[in-house]
């Protein structure tokens, strides 16, 4: 009798402990499963874009957007990565469009019935508050600027109260409409819209934030522009007044100098005592038989020094 006692006490233990140890092997079984599940589901996108991208490779579709057996993608490439592809997951197929799509241009645009879409380095992106039905390139052949009914924008972010109706693509990256002047998407503050002008071609910085983890455009307050412009009233670089340059002798004369009767400039900074008399740019130098810089030697002089950058470079 007190065998079986033992037997009855030894199997309500072992009982017992199947009772805990199962959701522990339930849990486990159920996450195996779930691994098995999404690593079926990630081995089926992999395949589903290998065949967009045969037959991608098939058509010889070249980086742009694309209607590929009905699913709207864009295709890029580059030496690390290989060929990208991008699904739009929220386009409409039956509507979706690529528009223009130039082979050097640094944006490449597509549309549906509701929205914009733009592609720059490698990312995709919905354009905020754009309307796809009255979306058009301004400059196609780089796709610096567009609009639609309500809004301008410059590589997909809007100009903050730029109006679409008036607006007009000057050098890059300067344009204006009715009110206001632009480099970008960083307002110019002119004093005098109808005469302000660009004097050259300058730059502005990327309207964007990209990271491997998020992209959203940035507050044109942090961005840097460069390159000089001109109303009735004075001259400006980038986006700031330049009131120290004389404007009734101020001259552009390259990409980086400019001068006026009294200073040398190397874009916003003086020069230190170069002589604006005798100042002349240097043509090169450059590799043998191209407009390339080689990077070293004067690239500006005046009757006492030679400069680089901005900077002496040698004294004569």
């Given at each position: 009798m007190r065998f079986q006692g033992m037997i009855a006490i030894q199997w309500l233990l072992w009982f017992g402990a199947t009772l805990r140890i199962f959701p522990m092997l339930?849990?486990?079984?159920?996450?195996?499963?779930?691994?098995?599940?999404?690593?079926?589901?990630?081995?089926?996108?992999?395949?589903?874009?290998?065949?967009?991208?045969?037959?991608?490779?098939?058509f010889n579709l070249d980086r742009g957007?694309?209607?590929?057996?009905?699913?709207?993608?864009?295709?890029?490439?580059?030496?690390?990565?290989?060929?990208?592809?991008?699904?739009?997951?929220?386009?409409?197929a039956t509507t979706f469009m690529a528009i223009e799509q130039p082979k050097d241009a640094r944006a490449l645009y597509a549309v549906d019935a509701k929205r914009v879409y733009v592609a720059e380095l490698y990312h995709v992106q919905k354009l905020l508050n754009a309307d796809g039905s009255s979306f058009e390139l301004l400059t196609p052949n780089s796709g610096a600027f567009s609009r639609?009914?309500?809004?301008?924008?410059?590589?997909?972010v809007a100009l903050e109260g730029a109006d679409p109706n008036s607006f007009q693509v000057l050098n890059y990256p300067f344009g204006k409409d009715s009110q206001n002047a632009y480099a970008g998407t960083i307002p110019i503050p002119t004093k005098d819209v109808n005469s302000w002008e660009p004097l050259q071609e300058g730059s502005a910085e990327d309207p964007w934030y990209r990271s491997h983890r998020n992209t959203h455009?940035?507050?044109h307050r942090k961005l840097y522009a460069s390159g000089w412009s001109r109303d009735s009233t004075g001259l400006y670089y980038g986006r700031k007044p330049f009131p120290r340059a004389d404007k009734a002798t101020f001259v552009v004369l390259s990409k980086?100098?400019?001068?006026?009767?009294?200073?040398?400039?190397?874009?916003?900074?003086?020069?230190?005592?170069?002589?604006?008399?005798t100042f002349q740019v240097l043509d090169g130098?450059?590799?043998?038989?191209?407009?390339?810089?080689?990077?070293?030697?004067?690239?500006?002089?005046d009757s006492q020094r030679q400069y680089r950058s901005g900077k002496v470079y040698k004294k004569r």
């Open positions: 339930l849990l486990t079984w159920v996450i195996f499963l779930s691994g098995c599940t999404e690593n079926t589901q990630r081995k089926q996108k992999d395949l589903s874009d290998q065949t967009l991208l045969n037959v991608a490779s098939q957007f694309h209607l590929i057996e009905g699913i709207p993608v864009y295709l890029d490439e580059n030496a690390g990565a290989g060929k990208i592809l991008r699904r739009l997951t929220d386009a409409d639609d009914s309500q809004h301008v924008f410059f590589f997909g455009p940035r507050a980086y100098y400019s001068k006026d009767k009294n200073h040398v400039y190397h874009g916003d900074q003086i020069v230190d005592n170069a002589d604006p008399m130098p450059y590799y043998k038989g191209t407009k390339i810089h080689i990077g070293f030697g004067p690239d500006s002089t």
